[in-house]
């Protein structure tokens, strides 16, 4: 019989009726399969399978057949011992006719559980470079020695005994590297406080969660609103299934079009190949827009058309795209004002606005601060290794009695930044980036030219700012109705680019 014919037909029964590759549970089936197959089709006495510790240096057998096969389940065999051992130890496989010849063999085992041995073929089963262990078949039924075409049927067995292993190795990993990274993500965008106001945003994200209602989230900048659209996400029936983020204020519009529904091949110059859009990339799963309130009215018409009718069309394409996405945007915008001043569509509002959900400001839930304040505290000790660091009462005070513009993100990076600026014990009152919420601007005094008291309100006024929004120029900017641009001119002008 050909060795390659028999693994071909192992492959084809595998793949009927052990299904090994993916569920862990049927490896054990799947191996006493093999070595069963393997006796037969040698017409043996017994075959066993048997593991590799690599750091014990033992074999265990893990698959026995033959009358012994519950005694011979007892033993162990070193690593090097007997013939077994040999290849595992080198990873060559092993033919002897007549083991009463053969000093490698050890027959303590056989006298131990009163059997006589005569023939023997061992395989290795290697997953790339490493032997995992090995396969054996002892005796012929016929009392006839194995041949070299035995053998390399056998090292057929072992070969998909090996895959098999391997294969499910693999499928164990991913799947503790999955459950690590979900708990580690879950841990990333938990959001914090106990507060009823976030107790309440919490209860309508679990409701809506179980919905594929298209979800509108509203707050301020640095609230959370990607945190609580994770939220969704992940309570909801998609949470297997990936979820895509895309800023809307980020693009212009030809590139915002390009991210969203993908391109073909030639649409424009420099598109040398086909690409999937974000729409395309979230098929089953969620897309999350952040920024709504900025997109263009073009845009928000080619939105509103995937909404409605569930296609859409890659950018230089004529052939229609479906994708099964549910849809959460968000926006710091007042919306509503905009849809009455004619800036955002109605009926594009109307479809995002199924269910919409209104995040607090960190101000209006006082109680939630401290506890911010102590797990960004935990994140900053971990990252560091600063086990020992703490926030002192006074830092506490002003943390609380501060409002809080740029909302949980400000929080999270005035500390962040008090921690790599200060003494790695302690989180003092003066290592924080925030101004005392009763410090007024120190007036003008008499003398001055008129340009002259501009210069120094406007250096002040940046200064307040940039310190009420942790150094985050484009959040100061926004505040002050500015560009971030012309803001990054004033602080070089003023020289104040070490706030």
Known sequence: MNGKKVGHDMEENLNKNAQWDA???????????????????????????????????????????????EEVKKFEISLGQGIAGKVAQTGVPMLIEDVSRDPRWDSDISKTINVQTRSIICAPMKVGDETIGVVEIIDKISGA????????????????????????RQFVQVERENKDLKEALGLKYQIIGNSQSIRKVIAEATKVA???????????????????????????????????????AALPESLLEDELFGHEKGAYTGALSSK?????LADGGTIFLDEIGEMSPGMQAKLLRVLQEGIFYRVGGN???????????ATNREIEQDVKDGKFREDLYYRLNVVKIQIPPLRERREDISLLAEHFLDVF??????????????????????????????LRNALERAVVMGNSREVLSEDLPITDPNMKY???????TLNEALNSFKKEFIKLNLNSTGGNRSQAAKVMGIQRTYLSRLIT???????
């Not at 009462?393 to 609380?400: D, G, H, N, T, V």
């Not at 120190?442 to 001055?448: D, K, T």
Request: proline fraction near 4%.
């Open 23 to 69: 569920p862990i549970h049927n490896l054990d089936q799947f191996l006493e399969f093999t070595i069963q197959k393997a006796v037969s089709i040698m017409q043996a006495k017994a075959g066993s399978l048997l593991l590799l510790d690599q750091k014990l240096g033992k074999l265990y057998f893990k698959v026995v057949t033959g009358e012994k096969k």
């Open 145 to 168: 020695p194995f041949h070299d075409e035995d053998l390399k049927i056998l090292s057929e067995f072992g070969e998909l005994a090996a895959q098999a292993i391997g294969n499910t």
């Open 210 to 248: 179980d919905s594929v209602a298209t979800t509108l989230i509203l707050g301020e900048s640095g609230t959370g609103k990607e945190l609580l659209a994770r939220l969704i996400h992940r309570l909801g029936p998609r949470k297997e299934e990936p979820m895509i983020v895309l800023n809307c």
């Open 276 to 280: 999937s859009g974000k729409f395309e």
């Open 319 to 329: 052939n229609p795209v479906y994708a099964d996405v549910r849809v959460i945007s």
């Open 381 to 410: 000790r971990q990252e560091r290794g600063l086990s020992d660091l703490v926030i002192s009462k006074e830092a506490m005070e002003k943390i609380l009695q501060y409002d809080w513009p740029g909302n949980v993100r400000e």
């Open 442 to 448: 120190p007036g003008l005094q008499v003398g001055l």
């Open 493 to 499: 002008k003023y020289r104040l680019k070490d706030i």
